[in-house]
Nanobody, 126 residues
Framework: QVQLEESGGGLVQAGGSLRLSCVAS????????MGWFRQAPGKEREFVAAIRLSSGNTYHAESVKGRFTISRDNAKNTVYLKMNSLTPEDTAVYYC???????????????????WGQGTQVTVSS
């Protein structure tokens, strides 16, 4: 059973930075695709970033490109999301997700992922 545990959320002022971590257990880490999604109050869940663990290829939503960076440490079974230049619009619960196999062009779709973490709150104050 794959389990995902996020950490690193918190309260930060606009312009600040945070780094989220997602540790995966119960799986062969390098086979998966992994992603970060977020959901703000009253809004639908949206794609933030994804990484193909075997190759390290990364994908970022246009809204975070240039500010957020997804990365991985296969030895630690961990995926990171470094978030810089945060704005109040980035306030949301951030979820880590993992797919059994890399989903190709569907990486930005929630349905492409098989496992989800509980989420970590990120709040950006103005």
């Amino acid at each position: 059973q794959v389990q995902l545990e996020e950490s690193g959320g918190g309260l930060v002022q606009a312009g600040g930075s945070l780094r989220l971590s997602c540790v995966a257990s119960g799986c062969t880490f390098s086979r998966h695709g992994m992603g970060w999604f977020r959901q703000a109050p009253g809004k639908e869940r949206e794609f933030v970033a994804a990484i193909r663990l075997s190759s390290g290829n990364t994908y970022h939503a246009e809204s975070v490109k240039g500010r957020f960076t997804i990365s991985r440490d296969n030895a630690k079974n961990t995926v990171y999301l470094k978030m810089n230049s945060l704005t109040p619009e980035d306030t949301a619960v951030y979820y880590c997700a993992a797919s059994n196999v890399w989903s190709g062009s569907a990486y930005w779709r929630g349905y492409a992922y098989d496992y989800w973490g509980q989420g970590t709150q990120v709040t950006v104050s103005s």
